[in-house]
């Protein structure tokens, strides 16, 4: 019981945050409406049972991502006084689109779904154990995409003039 | 149940906001909202089947892609916005065909 009320509420947390994400007209605004967003995102991964994960959602996203965004808006962001800093284009269509696969991803994705909602018991020893055994590929590939994205960014962003 | 519902309302929300942003900063952040919606649905689906250390390693290793994606993408606003001086998404036709 408790846990339903709980997930409803960060729920509505999440939404809220998205809402703002999509909607909002002030560039600030909008980072904060993804800090909340991903805050509770990283809640309702707790609340299932997933600590871990909630813990790297929160150090990778909220420390990483966010400040990476705050400097890109600060670099960037030219404000013009009396406007909007952000603009959307708002489309009646795009909107039932998106409404409509939202509707298909609960239809596909129904029958699979179990009836019960449970609490999975994780615990750090076997995920460290899984990545650094089966899944020891996966993680490889993992670090060398890292490895690639951060040439990437250094190319694309300090790249000219040598 | 309801965190399939939850899932797919944050992916529309996510999607729409992909499709009507005219900032490059309001997509990059949409596109963030976009990948949260699965993984929420991972999770929620390893906690109904009661999953454990497997779920947790794949949400690990999307979280890292979509770190390595945010980089890359705010890297390229950041490149593109220093040498068009505009962050606004219908302004850049030089590729157009």
């Known amino acids: 019981m408790t846990q339903t009320v709980v997930l409803w509420l960060l729920g509505a947390l999440a939404v809220a945050g998205a809402v703002t994400v999509v909607t909002t007209r002030e560039v600030m605004r909008l980072a904060l409406g993804l800090g909340v967003f991903l805050l509770a995102l990283a809640g309702l991964f707790a609340l299932f049972g997933f600590g871990f994960l909630a813990v790297a959602e929160v150090f990778v996203y909220v420390g990483g991502v966010l400040i990476l965004l705050l400097f890109a808006i600060m670099l960037v962001h030219r404000a013009t006084p009396g406007e909007p800093s952000l603009t959307s284009r708002h489309d009646p269509f795009a909107a039932v689109a998106c409404a409509a696969l939202g509707i298909l991803f609960v239809i596909v994705v ?3 779904f179990p009836a019960a909602s449970g609490v999975a018991t994780s615990s750090v020893d076997d995920m460290g154990a899984l ?16 490895l ?15 | 149940m309801s965190v399939l519902i939850l899932s797919a309302t944050l992916f529309a929300l996510g999607l729409y906001g992909v499709l009507t942003r005219r900032d490059f900063v309001g997509v990059l952040a949409s596109i963030e909202v976009l990948i949260g919606a699965p993984l929420l649905l991972l999770v929620g689906l390893g906690a109904a089947f009661g999953g454990g250390a497997g779920i947790e390693a794949v949400g690990l290793l999307v979280i890292v892609l979509a770190a390595a994606e945010a980089a890359v993408g705010l890297a390229l606003v950041v490149a593109v916005a220093g040498r068009t001086r505009t962050t606004r ?5 030089e590729v157009r065909g």
């Open chain 1, 110 to 112: 129904r029958p699979v």
């Open chain 1, 131 to 146: 990545l650094l055994g089966d899944m020891l590929p996966h993680f490889e590939l993992v670090g060398v995409l890292l």
């Open chain 1, 148 to 162: 690639a994205a951060l040439v990437a960014v250094i190319s694309i962003t300090g790249g000219e003039g040598e």
């Open chain 2, 89 to 93: 998404v219908e302004e850049l036709t």
